[in-house]
């Protein structure tokens, strides 16, 4: 499906607020790792992997479709369905209490919603799943995920929020616009 000249605009937007987070994510683990045992290393790819290919074939494959067909005569089911499923998807993350501070895992949940949006976008711009398993194996790929406290409990909570906020608004906009689009050429 072609895009429509605002939504075209909007994405461009977003890729370019992106990329700083993009860089960060890609250049990140490559720093860190270069100290690492290779047992660890093996370890962090084969954990970031599993959590990309099983998360999201759950939220952006079964539930995201499961939604898209409950809200099927609804004009805004793609906005909701990614909303009702990146917000799932950040709530999964409160599974952490388990293991890490209170605030740490409140930080997880707001970026992992961020990210559950970035990743609804992604997959309907590219209608496949797997550009978002790509990014979610990334996102994963750090040594942190070795630990058991996968937040920073350092950070304040505003400052996770502000961070995050022009990804998420942006999102939400290239989300509605495709939404919108979808809606109008399919009248």
């Not at 350092?154 to 689009?181: D, E, G, Q, Y």
């Amino acid at each position: 499906m072609q895009s429509g000249k605002a939504q075209k605009i909007w994405s461009w937007i977003l890729l370019i607020v992106g990329v700083p987070y993009i860089i960060s994510i890609l250049l990140a683990p490559i720093m860190q790792i270069t100290h690492m045992a290779i047992n660890k290393i093996i370890s962090m790819f084969v954990i970031a992997l599993m959590a990309g290919v099983i998360e999201e074939l759950l939220f952006r494959g079964l539930l995201f479709n499961s939604l898209l067909s409950f809200f099927y005569h609804n004009k805004n089911r793609f906005l909701i369905a990614g909303l009702i499923s990146s917000i799932l998807f950040g709530c999964m993350h409160l599974i952490n209490l388990t293991h890490q501070p209170l605030q740490s895992t409140v930080g997880q949940v707001i970026f992992a919603f961020t990210t559950g949006i970035i990743l609804i976008y992604l997959r309907l711009l590219s209608n496949n799943i797997v550009w978002c398993m790509v990014l979610h194996f990334f996102i994963d790929f750090k040594p942190v995920i070795l630990t058991s406290n996968t937040g920073s409990h350092n950070i304040s909570l505003v400052k996770v929020f502000l961070a995050v906020l022009p990804l998420m608004i942006l999102t939400i906009i290239c989300l509605w616009l495709f939404n919108r689009h979808y809606v109008q050429t399919n009248k």
